[in-house]
């Protein structure tokens, strides 16, 4: 049996250019700069444009990460979205990225979990890599929260936005760089917490429309609680402990969360990736943009460890030890 496991050899990022500011929102629901800044951490999110989807974002996310990895896109063996807002539900967000491109010897598949849906995903490449299955995975989230708020709804609207991250993974000999370790769990009893109403076959005729629907503090405390733990079980798996990780890299769903979440793990500020500033909770993809987004700024450095580490609706939750190469 070869000891085979997965290193990130590119990353990109896709951002609509629309920035919808606090300001902005002030003027559709009654909220506050002030409120939004302090109780989130965000100041302005990305919307798209008009005629822009889901599988636009992706693909421009996907074909920067194949530039850094210098492979050709037929090279790639697999291509798996992690979305819950897709262009449609068929054709998969996968299929277009896989037509965009050109990946014309690759598999494709959309995966759903939520907010959690880019762990699952790179879960999922990693098994495909490890078993010696598969050489190049792409893995991308991308998703077009705004299609899913009620702009009248303020408890939901001033939290999410629009965006897409991407990584190319590929098979590498283990005990060096890449995936050391991985949790993902799930528990839906609390699926009733954290919902997008009307968006499959059974029909909510007490919502009208397809919007978010959320228990906010009761979010809040699962998301504290489980990405903690997590991350700390990801950790264990991997045979290391905090002091060894450079860099958490995690969802960006509240300031207060991420916040509430390095107390617990002992993480100094400086070790902690924000971004939430600038793009709200763009649901899966946040994790891809922020790693794009480290890198660019050398954030990581050859050798160095990171946690990625998320949660969202289903439940379900998750986090990934990963050495930089
Ligand atoms: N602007 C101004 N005031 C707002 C507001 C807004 N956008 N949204 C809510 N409020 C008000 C509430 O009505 C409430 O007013 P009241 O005290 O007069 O009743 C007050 O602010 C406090 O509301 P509360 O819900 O207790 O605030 P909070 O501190 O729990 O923050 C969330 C609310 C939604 C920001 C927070 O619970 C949260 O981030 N939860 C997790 C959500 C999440 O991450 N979801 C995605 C997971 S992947």
Redesign the pocket.
């Known amino acids: 049996m070869q000891n085979l496991t997965a290193v990130i050899t590119g990353v990109g990022k896709a951002l609509p250019d629309r920035r919808v500011t606090n300001a902005d929102l002030e003027q559709m629901?009654?909220?506050?700069d002030e409120?939004?800044s302090k109780?989130?951490g965000i100041k302005e999110r990305r919307m798209v444009a008009d005629g822009e989807w889901t599988s636009h974002l992706a693909a421009r996310a996907a074909k920067d990460a194949l530039a850094m990895s210098g492979l050709a896109a037929d090279a790639l063996d697999l291509i798996i979205v992690s979305t819950t807002t897709p262009d449609t539900l068929y054709p998969s967000v996968s299929c277009l990225v896989q037509r965009e491109i050109g990946a014309a010897r690759a598999g494709a598949m959309d995966v759903a979990a939520?907010?959690t849906g880019f762990i699952y995903a790179m879960g999922t490449a990693w098994a495909m890599i490890r078993s010696g299955l598969m050489k190049h995975v792409m893995v991308i989230a991308a998703e077009v929260v705004t299609s899913s708020l009620d702009w009248t709804d303020?408890?939901t609207c001033?939290?999410f936005g629009d965006g897409a991250g991407a990584v190319v993974l590929s098979a590498a000999e283990g005990g060096g760089a890449g995936i050391l370790s991985m949790r993902l769990q799930a528990d839906g009893n609390y699926a009733d917490i954290?919902k997008l109403p009307n968006s499959g076959s059974r029909a909510f005729p007490e919502y009208a429309g397809r919007f978010i629907k959320?228990q906010?503090?009761d979010?809040?405390k699962h998301?504290v609680r489980d990405m903690t733990e997590c991350a700390t079980d990801a950790l264990a798996a991997a045979g290391l402990t905090i002091g060894d990780v450079s860099l958490v890299i995690p969802?960006q769903?509240?300031i207060r969360?991420i916040d509430a979440i390095a107390t617990r793990l002992g993480v100094p500020p400086e070790k902690v990736f924000i971004n939430i500033e600038k793009y709200g909770?763009t649901?899966s993809a946040t994790i891809p943009i922020a790693l794009c987004e480290a890198v660019e700024q050398g954030r990581l450095k050859p050798g160095d460890v990171f946690i990625i580490d998320a949660?969202?609706?289903g439940l379900t939750w998750g986090a990934m030890a990963i050495r930089w190469k």
């Open positions: 629901v009654e909220t506050s409120w939004i109780r989130v939520a907010c303020r408890d001033v939290l954290l959320m906010g503090n979010v809040f998301a969802h769903a509240n969360i909770n649901s949660f969202g609706a």
